[in-house]
């Protein structure tokens, strides 16, 4: 058996895994481990626990120690300097013309590299920038180019919910969006309406994905014909899929003949046979915006 940690290094990041050793390690500590970057400060998220040798685990480098209140105080120091490290390298970016927009930057923890993120249309030469960057921090220097989803990830904020943002709060990793989701759940194919402050499909698409499926499977889909209790035929004319209701145009005999109404049934007292699923039309141009979203 092997003992194992998880370790975060920053909210919301990735878990990595490190060899607890011998140290008395529990979820909320603080410990300084070598990294592919360094050595770095994390926050232990994951207890010690056991894991079969026979499980895929990539091979797991120690812990160094455990975190004291200097390490602490250097990364407040470090954060203290890298607000001063942004401000040299936006001069430096103005200073080459660059066409890059800067995000952030972090130190590692003992100093030995100092990284920058930042988003450009295309690609950047920086060469010169890393030349300058580097003759004025006397540091290795490492610029690297995100996306919009990263620069929203890093930056924070409030979605509409009223909340911090999913991915900047507990998401590790990016979940694949797709309209599908949005047209499942009922939502209106506007764009404004169901894309994040990243400007692409909101991730909280996928939190509800898997119960709409589910309820959708057990419902008609709209046009289709049904069988009522009272033995008419009717076609399905709404639905709401959280209730398991459906509203059914049905043909009844009145006293000017033949007349139609609106009933409305729980789907467990109908009886039919669901087709495939029709192409909705004036959905094309929203849906062709949508796609670019994802």
């Known amino acids: 058996m092997l003992s194992i940690i998880g370790v975060r290094f920053r909210p919301a990041g990735k878990i990595y895994y490190f060899d607890p050793l011998d140290f008395d390690v529990k979820a909320g500590d603080h410990v300084i481990v070598e990294t592919a970057r360094g050595v770095e400060y994390g926050l232990v998220v994951l207890d010690k626990r056991e894991i079969s040798e026979s499980e895929e685990m990539p091979p797991l480098k120690p812990i160094i120690r455990m975190a004291t209140d200097e390490d602490e105080q250097r990364v407040k120091a470090n954060k203290e300097k890298e607000k001063d490290a942004l401000a040299v390298c936006r001069t430096k970016v103005e200073k080459h013309g660059l066409e890059m927009k800067l995000i952030g930057c972090e130190y590692t923890f003992d100093n030995s590299k100092l990284l920058f993120y930042f988003t450009a249309d295309g690609r950047v030469d920086f060469r ?22 990263d620069e929203t990830k890093l930056r924070g904020g409030i979605g509409i919910c009223g909340r911090e943002l999913c ?30 402050n990243c400007g692409r499909l909101m991730c909280c698409l996928k939190h509800e994905e898997d119960a709409y499926e589910y309820l959708n499977s057990k419902l008609p889909n709209i046009g289709d014909l049904v069988h009522t209790p009272e ?11 959280l209730k398991q209701k459906v509203k059914v145009l049905v043909h009844v005999n ?17 009886k039919f046979r669901p087709k495939k699923p029709k192409r909705d039309v004036k959905d094309d141009a929203a849906e062709k915006a949508l796609r670019e979203l994802e």
């Open 128 to 149: 010169e920038l890393v030349k300058d960057l580097a003759t004025v921090f006397h540091t290795r220097i490492e610029l690297r180019q995100i996306g919009v989803r």
């Open 167 to 196: 991915c900047h709060t507990y998401l590790s990793d990016f979940i694949p969006v797709s309209v599908k989701m949005a047209k499942e759940q009922n939502l209106s194919l506007n764009p404004t309406k169901i894309s994040g």
């Open 231 to 241: 033995g008419l035929t009717g076609e399905v004319s709404d639905r709401n899929v």
């Open 254 to 270: 009145g006293a000017d003949g033949d007349e139609k109404e609106l009933r409305e049934y729980k789907v467990e007292e109908l």
